[in-house]
């Protein structure tokens, strides 16, 4: 089957200081047009804030929308349900309670990625993050003259990357599961993840603009990395997993700093790579793309592209 597509689509990740940007046309492939970066502070300090994003250049007003916030959470669920219906019903109590819990509104999400017809049991992956940040970022983007399509987790926009790169590197493939490390500026984002999806995560309001204050500065944003990673070990090594763990990625604007990498060659026992290392396997990206930088906006890119790809599967089938 041949698909031809003319769709455009901008993936837009906003950082606490900076926001990241890939427009792309989905066509048959990826086709990557323009991305670049700008200051947060730029964008909403000029009077109209759409006139000075529309002079970047970018023509696609569709965009998906990422950004980490300390709010979002991941779960993972088993469930018996008579049916779907029924299953959704009881996702939503489940959320209920975690916002009775955590006295706060939360937007949420979930996906059902496995059933047990003998026993009933659906496996459903959700995702949640506060209504009130959600709706503050929304309103940004919006702001900026856009048409928000969905907001992406960004730990799953990095997932798919790495998805991609295991389709094309057997030797990748037998390095999962794996813990990957996002090194923002303001916030870090650890996380466990394998092919199926996260295993856990962990967020440090933390990031590596510490690096470059005082050493005292340096050393909290240091053990605090350092800790989330042997939180994350432990509950792996606690954990039913049969595969050992023994890698980790590095990405974000903390790989521009020696002494991160050095810390975490040094205290955490798992083979260490920058995910721009694997940038050879990922041809949809230019090489000035540092992919570091990046990943998140490409993962969002590659989810558009299979929305696209699905929609385009169901009308055929329709035929």
Not at 175 to 184: A, I, K, R, Y
Not at 272 to 298: K, R, T, V
């Amino acid at each position: 089957m041949v698909f031809s597509f003319s769709n455009r689509i901008l993936s837009l990740d906003m950082g606490n200081s900076t926001y990241k940007f890939i427009e792309a046309r989905l066509a048959d492939r990826i086709q990557i047009l323009r991305y670049g970066f700008c200051q947060e502070t730029d964008l909403f300090n000029s009077p109209s804030p759409a006139k000075k994003w529309r002079k970047l250049g970018c023509r696609s007003k569709n965009v998906v929308l990422s950004f980490h916030h300390k709010s979002l959470f991941t779960r993972e669920l088993e469930l018996k349900a008579e049916d779907e219906l029924q299953l959704h019903n009881m996702i939503q109590e489940e959320f209920q309670r975690y916002q009775i819990d955590l006295k706060e509104e939360y937007d949420f999400d979930y996906n059902v990625y496995t059933y047990n017809s003998e026993s009933g049991v659906y496996f459903a992956k959700t995702a949640g993050i506060s209504k009130h940040v959600n709706r503050e970022y929304i309103d940004k983007t919006i702001c900026l003259g856009l048409r928000p399509k969905a907001v992406d987790v960004q730990v799953n926009s990095v997932l798919r990357v790495l998805n991609k790169i295991t389709e094309r590197c057997q030797d990748f493939s037998t390095s999962l599961p794996c813990l990957v490390l996002d090194l923002g500026h303001d916030n870090t984002t650890a996380a466990l993840v394998n092919t199926k999806g996260i295993i856990a995560l962990k967020g440090i309001s933390n990031g590596c603009c510490l690096m470059n204050e005082s050493s005292s500065c340096t050393d909290e944003y240091l053990q605090g990395i350092t800790f989330a990673c042997y939180q994350l070990i432990e509950h792996y090594a606690y954990s039913s997993y049969k595969h050992e763990l023994q890698q980790g990625i590095l990405y974000g604007g903390g790989t521009f700093f020696p002494a991160v990498i050095s810390c975490l060659k040094e205290k955490i026992p798992l083979r260490w790579n920058l995910l721009s290392h694997f940038s050879c396997y990922l041809p949809e990206a230019p090489n000035s793309m540092d992919l570091n930088l990046y990943a998140n906006c490409l993962g969002s890119v590659l989810w558009e592209e299979q929305n696209i790809r699905k929609r385009g599967d169901r009308e055929y089938d329709r035929l």
